[in-house]
């Protein structure tokens, strides 16, 4: 196993105003974590994420300044060409003098052409021992990344092309080996890399060996020398080359699911085993892809995101890239992940694969997005940009858009089972769709004019109520003309659902309340699912009930009471002697007895005979626990 010799994502620094701040904790290889929130100014101190007492260093105008909401509403350390941080040497270095395989992982993008160093090691007071570094060039045409060697013939492989600007995934990974010993990698090449000498003229073993005296971020030996304009956010160091392929892609996935950068092949966690995002089932929908997840092994907690292709670092959307932003998911848990890419076809309208029921003066993005679900993160909140582009609905009325998903995944939205959303508000060019489920494999697109489209219940409330051992659900709605029914679905643990109950829809009805039974101690979460008359459907959101554990518990099967006698229902985990008592509701027992009760379900009659009518109170005392109900006899 490889080990996490130097993680600088941990943010430890004193700002211009001399407060302390920091967040995180310690990294391995199995725990690439994490998210920060930051203050902006300028960063005395980078602390690593391993070794809390080791830190980058910088003083007045050598300080590089912490950029908020850089990329993916993290922050980064922004460098302006006359920065530099020094970090530890000797045996505190992350690499010391004499390892010879190693690997640099680097998050970054450069704002200026040049030879500029992002991270490096090398000595100051000699020709050998010098290892390389994180760096780039511009040949005066193109920019490309890669390393700088420091010993003759000072070899650079600066292998492998990018865009400024750009923000990139990058890999070093250096061989313990004389020929070929470098490997290049980035988000676009996770499986094929750039394969390279350090030194060409005989052993490299000299260039791979990193150095002990100088340990630098953003410059080779002074601020100014090879200095770096740009942004870095995160930088990993391994003590060993990374060799296997499932090792690399889980390192990739962390990074690019943590700053929304889509890389190619497969998505996987920290377990090595849960594949997040397909990559061949997902090829034709490969671009831009980014998503919400929780890895507790890693410590990744992704619950915002959108891609740095089409957004910016706070989430504002790029002019006429349909801006996407995925939030506030409502049951995420350890290894569930909810990841969306597009086909990169045309942020355009089109009047054609619109259900066959449609209006002909339907229109619909060309563009088409698909879903991998895994595990249940419930609802989620979906965002979409709209500045830039031309559409024949009117901006900012909710009825004239719908989000239009299909079922089947195939994307032809003329058959199959399709599905609409409006949106529930605009705020400028965003639309907002709330309590939004999005199923695996599922096929989304934006309706751009959805002149006679059906329109989606608004679901005004929902609420769950614990009575007893039973739970309440009440909830209001708008818009019902076109609904059927609603379907109850009820979970145990917020993720895998099952139909309970089924309550029919009246178009002059707008308030709804069904009451689910008997149920055992917990947290119980429930949803609607709203079937439209021609079979479309809808999600409300998820509420939950917890219900107190108890041995037991009562319920009257006959209330108002019309005989001499209640009837109840007493349910037990193990047998037990029961103590029955009526009371009136000004205080006054009537009447108390014991009952034997066995385990399961016991009915049990309470003599009313001597009872008026009107209200009563019925207490079932078992060991130390009270149940309590309230009777009306007629």
């Known amino acids: 196993t490889l080990h996490f010799k130097f993680y600088t994502f941990f943010w430890a620094w004193r700002g211009s105003a001399g407060t302390r701040r920091s967040c995180c904790k310690s990294e391995t290889l199995d725990q690439i974590r994490c998210r920060c929130t930051a203050t902006a100014g300028a960063v005395d101190s980078w602390t ?23 990329v993916n509403f993290f922050p980064s350390i922004n460098f302006n060409g006359a920065n530099q941080m020094l970090g530890p040497n000797g045996l505190n270095a992350p690499i010391v003098a004499g390892d010879d395989d190693y690997a640099v992982f680097g998050v970054w993008r450069a704002t200026s052409a040049g030879a500029q160093r992002i991270w490096s090691q090398r000595s100051t007071v000699s020709a050998f021992n010098n290892g390389v570094s994180l760096s780039h060039y511009n040949d005066g045409s193109t920019n490309f990344w890669g390393n700088q060697a420091e010993i003759a013939p000072f070899t650079q492989t600066w292998t492998k092309p990018f865009q400024l600007g750009s923000w990139k995934i990058s890999q070093l990974n250096l061989l313990a080996q004389d020929n070929d010993d470098q490997q290049v990698f980035d988000e676009t090449s996770t499986n094929n890399p750039v394969i390279s000498n350090t030194y060409n003229s005989g052993s490299g073993q000299g260039v791979r060996n990193l150095a002990d005296e100088s340990n630098s971020l953003g410059a080779r030996n002074t601020p100014t020398e090879e200095a770096f304009i740009g942004e870095m956010t995160e930088i990993i160091v391994y003590d060993a080359a990374v060799l296997t392929p499932l090792t690399r892609q889980q390192v990739f996935s962390y990074l690019a699911l943590k700053y929304g950068i889509s890389k190619t092949g497969d998505y996987f966690a920290s377990n090595g085993t849960t594949k997040f995002w397909d990559s061949t089932a997902n090829t034709a929908f490969r671009f831009s892809v980014f998503g919400l997840g929780q890895d507790d092994n890693s410590g990744l907690l992704m619950s915002s995101s959108n891609s740095v292709e089409t957004g910016t670092g706070n989430g504002t959307g790029q002019s006429g890239l349909g801006n996407i932003v995925l939030s ?37 993005f060309t563009r088409e997005w698909k879903v991998q679900h895994t595990g249940t993160v419930g609802t989620v909140t979906l965002t979409f940009d709209f500045n830039g582009l031309s559409t024949t609905g009117t901006i900012g009325n909710v009825t004239h858009f719908r989000l239009m998903v299909d079922e089947d995944g195939d994307g032809d939205f003329t058959t199959g089972t399709i599905r609409y959303q409006q949106p529930s508000s605009f705020s400028g060019s965003v639309a907002t769709f709330s309590n939004l489920i999005l199923n695996t494999n599922e096929v989304f697109t934006i309706v751009t004019n959805a002149v006679n489209l059906p329109l989606p219940v608004s679901w005004k409330s929902f609420d769950a109520k614990v009575i007893a051992n039973d739970v309440r659900l009440s909830w209001s709605v ?3 003309a076109d609904a059927s029914r609603y379907e109850i679905e009820h979970s145990v643990d917020g ?23 008997g149920l055992t101690g917990g947290k119980h979460y429930y949803r609607l699912l709203q079937i439209d008359l021609d079979g479309k459907s809808v999600y409300s959101k998820v ?92």
């Open 48 to 70: 690593y994420s391993n070794d809390l007492t080791k830190s980058f260093t910088a003083t007045l105008a050598d300080r590089p300044a912490v950029a908020l909401n850089s």
């Open 328 to 364: 506030a998911p409502s049951a995420l848990s350890n290894l569930e992940f909810l990841m969306i890419g597009n086909n990169n076809a045309a942020l355009a309208e089109q009047a054609t694969d619109v259900p066959a029921t449609a209006d002909p003066a339907v229109r619909r």
């Open 478 to 480: 708008d818009n019902n």
């Open 495 to 517: 993720k895998n659902f099952e139909k309970v109950g089924t309550v029919s829809n009246s178009a002059s009805v707008k308030q709804y309340s069904y009451t689910h039974l």
């Open 543 to 634: 509420v939950d009930a917890n219900i107190k554990a108890s041995d037991f518990f009562v319920r009257a099967l006959s209330n108002p009471v019309r005989n001499s006698y209640a009837e109840i229902e007493v349910r037990a985990s193990k047998a037990a002697d029961a103590t029955v008592e009526l009371w009136s509701v000004s205080g006054v027992r009537i009447q108390t007895y014991q009952k034997s009760i066995v385990a399961g379900t016991n009915r049990v009659r309470v003599d009313m005979t001597r009872a008026a009518a009107g209200n009563y109170i019925l207490k079932v005392r078992v060991k130390d626990v009270t149940e309590t109900i309230q009777l009306i006899k007629l």
